[in-house]
C-alpha cells in the first residue's frame, strides 16, 4: 500500500513538472515575439524618421529652385516693359487662391515624389520689332548733356546733372525728317510731365542733330530720376532717356 501511495506521488510530481516547464515555454516564445515586434516598430520609426528627413531636404532644394526661377522670370518680365506693380498684383492673386498639396498619405506616412518634378522656364517670345523702311523719319542716339556744338550735336554727354546747372540739353540724330515734321520733347520729372516743346523745321532734315534743352526758368530742377522722351508728329520716336538731378 506505501509503495502504491509513493508510486503515485512521483506520477503527481512528474506531471507538475511537465505543466511547470510547458509554461515556462510558452512565456519564452511570447516574449520572442514581443521582443521581435519591439524591433520591428523601432525599425519602422527610424524608417519614417529618415523619409520625413528626405522630405524636408527635397522641399528645401525645391524652394530654392522655384525662387531662383521667380527671380529670373520677374527680371525677365520687367525688361520686357511689365510694370512692376502687375507683377506684384499677380503674384499676390496666386499666393490667395493658392492650396497646398497634401504632406502625409491616409496611414500617416509622408508623402514622397516618385522624381524631382523640375519644371523649366516657359519661354518668353520676345516683343516683335517693328522694321522701319529704310526711308523712314527716325531719330536716333539720343542723349544728354550740357550743352551742344556749333554742329548741334552733343557736347559733354552726362546722364547725372546736380540742382545748380544752368540747362540740360537732350539731342538726337534726325534721319530723312522731311520739313513740317512736328518733333517734340517731353520732360519728365518721375512719372509726371512737367514741360514740352515742340518744333517745326521749314527744311528736310537728311541726317543731322536735333536738340532741346530745359532750364530753370521752365522747370525747377529737383533732385530725384527724370526722363525725356522726343515724338514726331505726336507719336513717341524714342523711348524714355533717363537721367538723374543731385541735390547740391
Known amino acids: 500500500m506505501r509503495k502504491a501511495i509513493l508510486a503515485t506521488l512521483g506520477v503527481v510530481m512528474l506531471l507538475a513538472g511537465c505543466v511547470g516547464n510547458g509554461e515556462e515555454r510558452e512565456l519564452r516564445a511570447n516574449h520572442a515575439v514581443i521582443s521581435t515586434q519591439i524591433a ?105 548733356s550740357t550743352g551742344v556744338g556749333r554742329d548741334d550735336c552733343a557736347t559733354n554727354v552726362v546722364n547725372t546733372f546736380d540742382s545748380t546747372t544752368p540747362a540740360i540739353y537732350v539731342v538726337a540724330l534726325a534721319i530723312n525728317v522731311p520739313r513740317g515734321t512736328a518733333i517734340a520733347s517731353r520732360w519728365f520729372r518721375g512719372s509726371e510731365q512737367v514741360v514740352r516743346f515742340e518744333f517745326t523745321p521749314t527744311f528736310d532734315i537728311t541726317r543731322a542733330c536735333v536738340w532741346f534743352f530745359i532750364d530753370q526758368s521752365d522747370v525747377r530742377f529737383e533732385a530725384g530720376r527724370w526722363s525725356v522722351v522726343l515724338d514726331l508728329n505726336g507719336t513717341p520716336a524714342t523711348a524714355p532717356t533717363d537721367f538723374t538731378i543731385v541735390a547740391r
Open 40 to 144: 520591428d516598430l523601432r525599425m519602422t520609426a527610424t524608417v519614417q524618421t529618415a523619409r520625413i528627413a528626405i522630405t524636408t531636404d527635397y522641399l528645401g532644394t525645391e524652394v530654392s529652385i522655384r525662387a531662383t526661377q521667380s527671380q529670373f522670370l520677374q527680371a525677365t518680365l520687367v525688361e520686357r516693359g511689365t510694370p512692376e506693380s502687375l507683377i506684384a498684383a499677380f503674384r499676390r492673386e496666386v499666393l490667395e487662391n493658392f492650396a497646398p498639396p497634401p504632406t502625409a498619405n491616409a496611414d500617416g506616412s509622408p508623402v514622397l515624389p516618385t522624381s524631382p518634378p523640375v519644371t523649366p522656364l516657359a519661354p518668353i517670345a520676345p516683343p516683335m520689332p517693328t522694321a522701319l523702311p529704310a526711308d523712314a523719319p527716325r531719330l536716333e542716339n539720343v542723349v544728354t
